[in-house]
């Protein structure tokens, strides 16, 4: 009979005494989020940034003076407020992350995606064979 690996294999660790091995350690380190005024490209202190993995939010800090706030490493998407702007958001790709938050009084009305707009770039439609310069 030879002898061999059973193959049966499991997710679970055991040392050589037949009990289970902890679980690795929690991921460690963080990663820099940088807030801006889109507006102005000035820096947004006091910021609230909301780290979150999955469906869960998984830290919330807030942005130092020069705009700069620390997230979990293993953070997938922030979600960041200030009052008087508006919210930005960003995905978490292992990579520091800027958002720029806007003041909504200098954005432009006419153009704009809320129920304020009063104008729209109408739909472009070219018959067959045309070209969009009239040709």
Do not use: N, W
């Amino acid at each position: 009979m030879a002898a061999g690996c059973s193959g049966g294999g499991s997710a679970e660790t055991t040392t050589t005494t037949g009990v289970p091995a902890p679980p690795p350690p929690p991921e460690q380190g963080t990663l820099a989020v940088r807030v801006e005024d889109g507006d102005r490209g000035t820096p947004v202190a006091g910021a609230r940034v909301a780290a979150f993995r999955r469906d869960a939010v998984i830290a919330t800090v807030r942005t130092d003076a020069a705009g700069r706030a620390e997230v979990p490493a293993r953070t997938r998407l922030v979600e960041v407020s200030k009052g008087g702007l508006s919210e930005g958001r960003a995905a978490v790709r292992g990579e520091p992350v800027d958002v720029d938050l806007y003041d909504p009084a200098l954005q432009s009305p006419e153009y704009g995606g809320g129920p304020a707009r009063t104008r729209h770039v109408p739909g472009v439609s070219l018959r067959p064979g045309r070209s969009s310069r009239g040709r």
